[in-house]
C-alpha cells in the first residue's frame, strides 16, 4: 500500500489508489465493479490508446470511450461498444 507522505507524515486526505491499466471489453467492465467496491475516490484508471485511429478525418478512441461510457452507466453492453440506446448507423446509412 502507497501513501503520499512528507517530512511531517502521511498527507491528510491520502488513501491508497487501485490504478488499473485497462483495455478493451475486460477493462470496460471491470472499471465500474471495482468503483463500486472501492467506494468513490479511491479508483483511477489507465486507458490503453493503441486501438485509436483516425477515421474520416475523426479521431476514434475507443477503450477510452468505452471505459468513460461505462463508469458513467452509459455503456452499451449487449453490443460491446458505445452508448447505449444510440443510433446504430454511421455516415447517413439506416
Given amino acids: 500500500t502507497a501513501w503520499h507522505t512528507n517530512e511531517k507524515g502521511p498527507m491528510p486526505g491520502s488513501e491508497p489508489q487501485v490504478v488499473p491499466l485497462t483495455g478493451d471489453l475486460g477493462g470496460t ?3 465500474p465493479c471495482l468503483r463500486e467496491a472501492l467506494g468513490p475516490g479511491k479508483l483511477s484508471v489507465i486507458a490503453n490508446v493503441g486501438s485509436d485511429l483516425t477515421w474520416h478525418s475523426l479521431r476514434v478512441c475507443p477503450d477510452l470511450d468505452s471505459v468513460t461510457y461505462s463508469l458513467a452507466g452509459l455503456w452499451d453492453s449487449e453490443r460491446g461498444w ?3 440506446a444510440t443510433r446504430r448507423s454511421a455516415c ?3
Fill in 82 to 84: 458505445g452508448l447505449r
Fill in 92 to 94: 447517413g446509412t439506416p
Fill in 29 to 31: 467492465r471491470l472499471a
